[in-house]
């Protein structure tokens, strides 16, 4: 069993605090609804003090998981978690590194060779 801790997510929202999940709630649904589809992205301030520190802000995406998604080919739709997290990314001008785990690799279930790609 992973625990929220055991997940890059789970750590980023751990020491993002209440400033971090208050963003998110108010940025992760759409007109249906819904709160973060697979594949978009959405981007938050750094939430509290210790992600600060050293990020301005987080980009977030929802990757599918690999076994048991529905809407199509899994590799296409984490394709697209790439591409729309990494254009918010850059889209200020100013952003100067971005650091990105392996999508879906982890709880998704994404074998390592499909993830990589």
């Given at each position: 069993?992973?625990?929220?801790?055991?997940?890059?997510?789970?750590?980023?929202?751990?020491?993002?605090?209440?400033?971090?999940?208050?963003?998110?709630?108010?940025?992760?649904?759409?007109?249906?609804g819904e709160k973060?589809?697979?594949?978009?992205?959405?981007?938050?301030?750094?939430?509290?003090?210790?992600?600060?520190?050293?990020?301005?802000?987080?980009?977030?995406?929802?990757?599918?998981?690999?076994?048991?998604?529905?809407g199509g080919d899994?590799?296409?739709?984490?394709?697209?978690?790439?591409?729309?997290?990494?254009?918010?990314?850059?889209?200020?001008?100013?952003?100067?590194?971005?650091?990105?785990?392996?999508?879906?690799?982890?709880?998704?279930g994404f074998p390592?060779?499909?993830?990589?790609?």
């Amino acid at each position: 069993m992973m625990y929220p801790v055991s997940v890059i997510d789970g750590l980023v929202h751990q020491r993002g605090g209440l400033r971090l999940k208050l963003d998110l709630l108010l940025k992760r649904s759409n007109a249906n609804g819904e709160k973060c589809p697979v594949g978009s992205a959405v981007t938050t301030s750094a939430g509290s003090e210790p992600l600060q520190e050293d990020y301005d802000s987080i980009t977030h995406t929802t990757p599918p998981f690999y076994k048991y998604y529905e809407g199509g080919d899994p590799c296409v739709a984490l394709r697209s978690c790439y591409q729309n997290a990494l254009c918010l990314a850059f889209e200020n001008r100013s952003t100067l590194r971005v650091a990105c785990p392996l999508l879906g690799a982890g709880c998704r279930g994404f074998p390592l060779e499909e993830a990589v790609k």
